[in-house]
């Protein structure tokens, strides 16, 4: 305890001394005579200083006067051992606080202090070098916390104080090596490195660090870093060039790599490889590089350097280096604007259609002259890998601030007598249900005054079927081209006609005629009803009938959908590598999965069905041909699919093998194999390589080339009418043999980043698999990265900007088959032909006592197809008044999607939606009693069937016009916002809108709203937050989502309304429509990264739950908004708790979510660069506690499956 004490004291002593001290020196600064007491006095603080870390402290806190003194004394003495004494207590500060102590120094005016003194010494005749060592190693420590450094050094005249010391002192290396650092300082200012470069610095750093030694490595280390920064200035790396010191570079480099076998100098390699790069960001640098060999030499280097892993930082910079000099070469394309062309009703004025459309046709618009100039940077993309995360307090001039733009305002747009138009489409408000049978509770019969309105048929321009055929009016519903018209029966219940089953149960012969035209699918009638199935490369098919089970097929599907099973069609081949032996009968059978049924038993998928709406369907290209996934239909796979782990130096070794395209050209093949832009384009007759196909509905694959024996470069076709817009991709191969493992490289992606480099698998669906009963897409691939390459992009198609690269995904594939047919995709397709079929289905299997189901045609598309329009709800108990009042004022739900074509996830949820409305579970007719759905299931038709990513016919993101669509142009746009007013006009606003989509750089399913709070509050304008008031119900449906389904993600979500969004359909629903809840759902293209999903790629099972539970969430919603109107007895209360994860807690903050959201690639990825962090707030006020009460809780699973609604 004494000894403690003791401690203490002298501690206490030592502290107070110094502050003494210090008193002291400040009294001795004020009389000029007393040198000696001042020499004195500094050398104390210097030993103490010196020895204990608590003084160095003090000395430097917040609010110490220690610093002032000492620099006040510096600055007026002249007596050299007191200046030497206090720079070395400086030195003692700095050298041991890390930055900080640095800053204080800076924020003293210690960089002016000494710069002053430098100068002052460097008058001396000689100047006393340790007065110059002192002050050059201070000065270099805290100069970079200095902003203006360099102009102050610039100023005082320090910048050829330091070069002439060292010009001079060139052999004397404890000199030297301070000012080679301080000289780095100063070069960070670009304009005093092009001053001291005028000065001959460039070729004094050459004489310091050639040619190769071993000794003074320090200082050759110092110098390499030097000369890397004065080459930043592209005068500076001009007069290298000029001189020859790029191939000076190279043979160091060379010499450093043979002699270094320890590899104790690494530092000294990379510096020379800085220098390089730094030299390289011009194009004279690149070309007196390429000139030099160094393409080869660092190949070659980097390949040596591959076996020792702490030699990474030499391989990645090699690689930078050569990616950079690579030559920039062209597409091998035409031009870069879409193969297929679409004349336009209306050119746009403005925008980038209307610059695509000005330009003249002999203007060469896939490269620039101009794209490879001097005063291009072109840095790699993870050139910056040591930089920090952006800061999370940014100001994003996106978000918008105004708050009288930001409140929303119901904008009519069009009259009513305008909007009238739109009425037909709402029949649910007027229909009277007098011609149905309905049970009678009530005793007032309700008559309607007014005409009783029929359903209005809308013609296509090929007499596709017509949006009405879902009417429930008697005796009016519109039948399919060439089918006959009927009646019910008087006094007879209503129900639909059942064309479409009864064109399932015999192969008609109209099938033949079309598929003989067609040489990618050939059917043909058998006695035993079966479907015949060919490929035209001559691979012989035996197809039978399926009457049994086959042994290795799994039960696989939602359990959503209990109860009801759906066999996928009629294929399924004995004469295709059976893969039971011992299974020898006739005959053989495919998977049963659990997806929805009707209650007629007929299932949502139909081959032959789907080869008849194809036939409607309408392409620009005038597609003939029918993708074998499309045609079978996709299962979801009964086994997991987890996100793959990405291989250490993978995107390395690729580039390697790009970069050897150069230097080994004699391997290269170059061979065309694939080509959209040439109509009569004969693929070679000899040699072994892969054959291509992309003609079918939503294909995308423009050229092939064959790089080598078994890589190939894929180019993808822009959306029609633009020059951009490359990532949705679906093709076809075929001619494979097993055991090769083939690379495929889409060489012109956009993006500079991709859910690619985080784990996400491509999608292959093999034929060969699908006969034997495995009908699915599966995730595929390896080796898979996404990486700029040395494609240059002209500035039209990178709007405007110049010098810009295009990317590469490449994946590496085995095929398990040998002369399979197997297809790729970006994501699981759905079609629009697809979608009609699924619609079709479900109209022919509800039960229309039950289920109110109608399908309209909202409008034509610009190349005339049909847009359709569903409308859900359940059918009134009785047609009296009560009942009738309270089927019309149901509130609605409008949703749409697919406004996007490549977001195909967004139709796979949109088609768990649709099956869990038209679903018999109580859940689902209690919902149908709770809303009225509308929806319109695919906004961008035309898109989707011509394999655009983002665009319509009119080169323009549908997403983008929704405050002032053109008719012409936008109709699915200017009609859905129609309905949407209508409803306005008749005071019936949704309660939600939500728009699906996909999301290609976030996991997890989220959504964004709209909030002017949360908006503000995002602009750091506190106050203006505090004072607005707001309704906090639009965050109650995510939140809801959230409890209850497992790939939802609320810390992802974000209600910020950006500038930029101000015109997409959620803000402008919101902002002029008036609806509070209105939303876009983003579903991932990859997978989650937390709960029951966590490390899992998502599928189409996840996606379709999704869409049912946000049926389910605004079951709760309903319960939330309007308890009174839930009628339901208590103990019914939670039909839907067997879907509920009670154990989920509802907390979570709001994020605001970039467009650029992923972390720049490194070599580790981090998968945890998504997570937030941020402290979680409970449920929200106003949307009511809805933990599931003690009694619902006791209702167990299967009292809840046995409850049936009254």
């Excluded at 009707?598 to 392409?619: C, F, Q, R």
Aim: hydrophobic residues 35%; charged residues 25%; contains cysteine.
């Amino acid at each position: 305890m004494s000894k403690l004490k003791v401690a203490g004291e002298k501690s206490l002593t030592n502290s107070s001394r110094v502050v003494g001290l210090l008193a002291q020196l400040e009294k001795v600064n004020t009389d000029s005579t007393e040198s000696d007491t001042a020499r004195h006095v500094t050398s104390k603080i210097l030993h103490l200083a010196q020895s204990q870390e608590k003084i160095r402290r003090e000395m430097t806190t917040k609010g110490s006067t220690g610093m002032e003194v000492l620099l006040a004394t510096l600055e007026n003495t002249k007596d050299l051992q007191t200046i030497l004494n206090i720079l070395s207590i400086l030195f003692e500060l700095v050298s041991s606080g890390g930055g900080r102590r640095a800053s204080f120094l800076v924020g003293k005016g210690g960089s002016q202090i000494l710069l002053q003194l430098l100068m002052n010494a460097s008058k001396d005749s000689p100047p006393h070098e340790e007065v110059m060592v002192q002050t050059h190693s201070i000065l270099a420590k805290i100069g970079p916390k200095d902003k203006k450094f360099g102009v102050k050094a610039r100023v005082n005249g320090a910048l050829n104080v330091t070069l002439s010391l060292v010009k001079q002192h060139l052999q004397n290396h404890r000199l030297v090596l301070p000012c080679l650092q301080l000289l780095r300082v100063y070069s960070t200012n670009s304009v005093n490195s092009v001053s001291l470069g005028k000065n001959g610095v460039v070729e004094l750093m050459f004489k310091i660090i050639g040619p190769f030694s071993k000794k003074n490595s320090g200082l050759m280390k110092v110098a390499l870093d030097t000369l890397a920064a004065l080459l930043k200035s592209k005068t500076n790396a001009r007069r290298a060039v000029d001189r020859g010191y790029v191939q000076v570079l190279l043979t160091i480099y060379v010499d450093w790599h043979r002699h270094d076998n320890r590899h104790r100098n690494m530092l000294i390699r990379k510096g020379i490889l800085q220098s390089l790069k730094s030299v390289t960001n011009i194009k004279l640098g690149r070309k007196a590089f390429i000139d030099s060999n160094g393409m080869k030499i660092l190949y070659n280097t980097s390949q040596e350097c591959l076996a020792v892993r702490a030699l990474d930082p030499l391989v990645n910079t090699s690689s930078l280096i050569m990616r950079k000099c690579f030559p920039k070469n062209r597409l091998p394309l035409p031009t870069i604007k879409s193969s297929f062309h679409f004349e336009l009703p209306v050119i746009p004025v403005t925008g980038p259609v209307a610059q695509l459309y000005s330009l003249p046709p002999e203007v060469d618009d896939v490269v620039d002259e101009s794209d490879d100039n001097d005063d291009v940077d072109l840095e790699a993309e993870n050139e910056v890998e040591n930089e920090d995360d952006l800061d999370q307090n940014f100001k994003n001039d996106d978000i918008e601030t105004d708050i009288n733009k930001l409140k929303p305002q119901q904008v009519p747009g069009r009259t009513i007598e305008e909007l009238k138009m739109y009425e037909h489409l709402f029949p649910e408000l007027v229909d009277d249900f007098q011609d149905y049978d309905l049970i009678s509770r009530e005793p007032k019969p309700f008559v309607f005054e007014g005409k009783v309105r029929g359903p209005i048929v809308v013609p296509t321009a090929g007499d596709e079927a017509s949006g009405n055929s879902g009417s429930v009016r008697k005796g009016t519903v519109m039948k399919e081209k060439g089918e006959d018209s009927r009646e019910d029966g008087q006094g007879s219940s209503r129900t639909l006609p059942q064309q479409l089953g009864a064109q399932n149960t015999a192969a008609s012969p109209a099938h033949n005629d079309l598929v003989k035209a067609l040489d990618r699918i050939t059917l043909q009638s058998l006695p035993s009803q079966a479907v015949g199935l060919r490929k035209e490369y001559g691979l012989p098919l035996t197809v039978l009938s399926c009457t049994k089970v086959c042994a290795h097929a799994a039960t696989c599907g939602s359990t959503l959908f209990e109860g009801r099973t759906v066999q996928l069609g009629k294929l399924c081949c004995t004469g295709v590598e059976t893969e039971d032996d011992e299974d020898t009968e006739s005959s053989s059978s495919i998977e049963q999965v659990s997806v929805v049924e009707g209650a007629n038993g007929s299932t949502l998928h139909d081959p032959e069905l789907y080869i008849e709406v194809v036939k409607n369907t309408k392409s620009v290209p005038e597609y003939s041909e029918v993708a074998y996934p499309d045609y079978f239909g996709h299962i979801p796979p009964p086994f997991k699919e987890p996100i793959v782990e990405r291989p250490y130096g993978v995107q390395r070794t690729k580039i390697a093998q790009d970069i050897e395209r150069l230097i080994h050209q004699n391997d290269i093949i170059d061979r065309v194999v694939y080509d959209l832009d040439n109509p009569n384009y004969a693929p070679p007759e000899e040699g072994e390589f892969l054959k291509f196909n992309s003609k079918f509905e939503s294909g995308n694959l423009r050229k092939v080339i064959q790089v080598r024996k078994s890589e190939y470069d894929l180019i993808l076709n822009s959306d029609i009418n633009s020059n951009h817009y490359h990532q949705w991709f679906y093709f076809e191969v075929s001619g494979m043999r097993p055991g090769v493992a083939y690379r495929f490289n889409i060489i012109n992606c956009e993006k500079s980043n991709s859910q690619f480099n985080y784990g996400m698998q491509p999608l292959m669906y093999s034929v060969q698999e699908a006969l034997n009963s495995r009908p699915w897409w599966i995730r595929t691939g390896t080796d898979i990265c996404y990486y700029k390459n040395h494609f240059s992009r002209s500035s039209v198609a990178a709007g405007g900007q110049k010098g810009k690269s295009y990317y590469t995904i490449t994946f590496t594939v085995n095929f398990p088959h040998k002369d399979d047919v197997c297809y790729f995709a970006y994501h699981y397709p759905y079609t629009y032909s697809t979608l009609q079929m699924h619609l079709q289905k479900l109209e022919s299997a509800h039960n229309p006592q039950q289920i109110y189901f109608r399908r309209d045609v909202l409008c034509e598309t610009l190349s005339g197809n049909s847009c359709p329009l569903v409308t859900i709800t359940a059918m009134p108990e009785s047609n009296y008044y009560e009942h009738i009042c309270q089927f019309r004022n149901r509130p609605y739900v409008f949703l749409s999607a697919r406004v996007h074509p490549g977001e195909t996830n967004a139709s796979w949820v949109m088609k768990g939606t649709l099956e869990y409305l038209m679903s018999n579970s109580p859940t689902a007719q209690s919902l149908r009693e709770s809303y009225i759905f509308k929806i319109v299931p695919m906004l961008n038709p035309d898109g989707v069937i011509n394999g655009n990513h983002r665009c319509s016919l009119s080169g323009e993101d549908l997403n983008r016009q929704w405050q002032s669509p053109n008719p012409d142009l936008h109709p699915t746009i200017y009609h859905a916002k129609g309905l949407l007013q209508y409803l306005a006009a008749v005071k019936r606003l949704p309660l939600v809108y939500c728009d699906y989509h996909g999301h290609s750089r976030k996991k997890n399913v989220f959504m964004y709203g709209c909030s002017i709070k949360e908006t503000v509050w995002h602009t750091h304008d506190t106050a203006t937050s505090c004072d607005v008031v707001e309704d906090m119900g639009y965050r109650t449906l995510p939140k809801i989502l959230n409890h209850i389904a497992p790939a939802f993600c609320m810390s992802s979500c974000s209600f910020v309304v950006e500038k930029s969004k101000e015109s997409t359909a959620r803000v402008v629903v919101w902002r002029e429509i008036g609806v509070q809840r209105s939303y876009t759902m983003e579903s991932t293209l990859c997978g989650c990264d937390q709960g029951r999903y966590k490390g899992l790629q998502i599928g189409t099972r996840e996606l379709e739950e999704m869409g049912a539970k946000f049926c389910v969430g605004l079951l709760r919603l309903k319960r939330l908004t309007s308890p009174l109107e839930y009628n339901l007895p208590s103990n019914l209360l939670d039909f839907e708790n067997d879907l509920i994860e009670s154990s989920c807690k509802v907390t979570s903050p709001t994020t605001y979510v970039l467009d650029e959201d992923e972390p720049r690639f490194l070599e580790e990825v981090d998968y945890s660069a998504e997570s937030n962090d941020e402290l979680e707030v409970e449920l929200a006020e106003n949307t009511g506690d809805y933990e599931l009460s003690a009694q619902e809780e006791a209702l167990s699973d299967s009292e809840v499956s046995r409850t049936h609604l009254p």
